[in-house]
Every structure is written in structure tokens, then in C-alpha cells.
């Protein structure tokens, strides 16, 4: 059976100096599942304005079902202007507020979160009230029996989060995404330590999680779950063309292979091996599937050897 995910959270245009994309963390990482043939449900909002149609639009082309996208009359559409003169470090200018600060509790939508196998979220889309008490809402739904697996992606974008909030949608979470940056700075909320690992085992106790995975920029990922098992992937080598989007795209890539039931090494070496080969493209969501990132994976352990 084909699991089944729903994410929850932003979709806005990315303007580039020469160009407009269609982007926002969770609608890449949806787009990236629908890829790998996964079943999911993107539950967002757009603006009832050209850009909102533009949106739905390409979501359509990427095969995502926008029936879980809401439009509404009073907000614009979501923009993000992205500053890629560090290709390593892309920074936005996120316009707020905008439609998807502003998704509104669905009870069909509900329905659909508690038949998920899992409910992946982020954080920009809790940065303001209507949208998080949604988001907490449908959290709320999956609390027991077979509930979905809760999958958080740190992902902070300054100044659109509170210590607070980050740290109470972590109180939900079983599997966390974070960056090396963002664990360190979360876990200096809290406490101090003195290496990574041990920052790593700090967060999956104190939030009882099933797993953490940290990405480390060209350095690769690591794992840690609840049971201290640890695993390490030390990337792979490629020239980037900016960094757009490579975290959602090993977030995606990562989702499909556990859901699927793979290894966590095999996991990570594909999670890895994705966000690399997105890396080396413009944009969040170049085109490619399964097979592209095998034969990268190929290519990359051939050149080695």
C-alpha cells in the first residue's frame, strides 16, 4: 500500500534577481514525496490573486492535489525575496502577513491528517496565530492509536519564530529535521554541550523523539534515534549552483525511504545523494525523480573508486 502523507504549510513565489520560482519549504517537500509516487495531501492557502492562481497552477504540473489549498479574499498570495549572492547561504525577505498565515481549520482536511501515515510541518507557517492554532489543531488529531508519525522541520527563518513556539511544536514532533545552526541554536535555549552528538541526544531525550536528523551542509547528515542508534553519511561532492531548496529535497527524499521501509544508512545515502544533486541545480525543484538520484549516487561512488 502507498503510504500515505500530509504536509502542512507555506507555499509562496522565491524572487530571484532574475526570476520567480515556486517555492515555500513544505510545498517542496510535498512535491518532492509526490515525485516518488507518494499519497499526499498539501494543506496551505493562497491569495484569491494571479499569483495565487500561478501557484495552484504548478502544483497541478508537479502532480500535487490542490484540493487541500485554500483561497482566501482578504490576503495577498506569499512572497519571498531570496538574496543568492552566497550560493551556500541563500537568505530571505519573507512578506508577512500573507494568505498562508491564515489557514483555517477544515474538518475534512482533519479527517484526512488522522488517515495519514505521516503529518510533516515546519515552522514558518506557525509564525503567526491563526495558522498555528490550525496547525496545533490538526496535531491535536493524532494523538493516538494509529496516528501519523509527526514529522517537524525545524527550518528557521529569523525574525518569523519565538523560542516558545519552536519549542512547543517540538513537543509533538516524533521524527526532527533540523541544521547544524539550528540545533545549536535550539539546544542553546536550553542548555549547553559540548559537541554535536551529544547536543543531538539532549533533543531526542528531552523530546522523547523517535528520531533526529541533522543535515550538515556539504558535510553530509547524521541520525540519532531513540534507542542510540547513530548513523553518519559524509555527503557527497558537488558544485552548487545556490542551496534553494536542498534541505526540502532531503527531507523528501529521507520521508520516502523510511515510509517505504528502507535502512537508516540507505535513508541517509539517498536523503544525501538528493539534496546534493538539487544543490547543483538552480532552483528548489528541478526536474528529476528515483533514477536520477540513483545514477548520482552511481556516478558519484564511481568517480571515487
Not at 213 to 232: F, I, N
Not at 237 to 266: K, N
Request: charged share 20%; aromatic share 10%.
Amino acid at each position: 500500500m502507498t503510504p500515505k502523507l500530509t504536509v502542512f504549510g507555506e507555499v509562496l513565489w522565491d524572487v530571484l534577481p532574475d526570476a520567480r520560482l515556486a517555492g515555500g519549504a513544505t510545498m517542496n517537500v510535498a512535491a518532492h514525496l509526490q515525485r516518488y509516487g507518494m499519497d499526499v495531501a498539501f494543506i496551505s492557502r493562497v491569495g484569491h490573486d494571479e499569483l495565487g492562481a500561478g501557484l495552484l497552477a504548478f502544483m497541478a504540473q508537479q502532480g500535487l492535489d490542490t484540493q487541500w489549498v485554500q483561497t482566501g479574499e482578504t490576503h495577498l498570495t506569499g512572497i519571498a525575496k531570496a538574496n543568492v549572492s552566497d550560493s551556500n547561504e541563500v537568505t530571505y525577505k519573507i512578506l508577512h502577513p500573507v494568505a498562508w498565515d491564515y489557514i483555517q481549520f477544515d474538518a475534512a482536511a482533519a479527517g484526512k491528517v488522522a488517515i495519514s501515515d505521516f503529518l510533516v510541518y515546519g515552522t514558518l507557517a506557525a509564525r503567526d496565530r491563526t495558522s498555528r492554532d490550525t496547525l496545533l489543531r490538526y496535531l491535536a488529531h493524532t494523538g493516538a492509536g494509529n496516528a501519523p508519525v509527526r514529522v517537524f522541520d525545524v527550518n528557521l527563518r529569523p525574525p518569523h519564530y519565538t523560542p516558545e513556539h519552536v519549542l512547543e511544536l517540538l513537543g509533538f514532533a516524533q521524527i526532527v529535521k533540523m541544521n547544524e545552526h539550528e540545533l545549536r541554536e535550539v539546544t542553546g535555549w536550553l542548555t549547553t554541550f559540548e559537541n554535536e552528538k551529544q547536543a543531538m541526544a539532549f533533543i531526542v531525550d528531552r523530546f522523547r523523539l523517535q528520531m533526529l536528523v541533522l543535515t550538515c551542509g556539504a558535510e553530509g547528515a547524521m541520525v540519532l534515534t531513540s534507542h542510540g542508534d547513530y548513523h553518519r553519511h559524509g555527503g557527497f561532492a558537488v558544485e552548487v549552483a545556490d542551496t534553494i531548496g536542498s534541505g526540502d529535497a532531503f527531507l523528501g527524499a529521507f520521508l520516502y525511504q523510511i515510509a517505504t521501509g528502507h535502512a537508516l544508512p540507505d535513508s541517509l545515502e539517498f536523503a544525501c545523494a538528493a539534496g546534493a544533486f538539487v544543490a547543483g541545480k538552480p532552483g528548489a525543484l528541478p526536474p528529476f525523480g528515483e533514477q536520477d538520484v540513483r545514477k548520482f549516487v552511481h556516478a558519484q561512488q564511481a568517480a571515487v573508486h
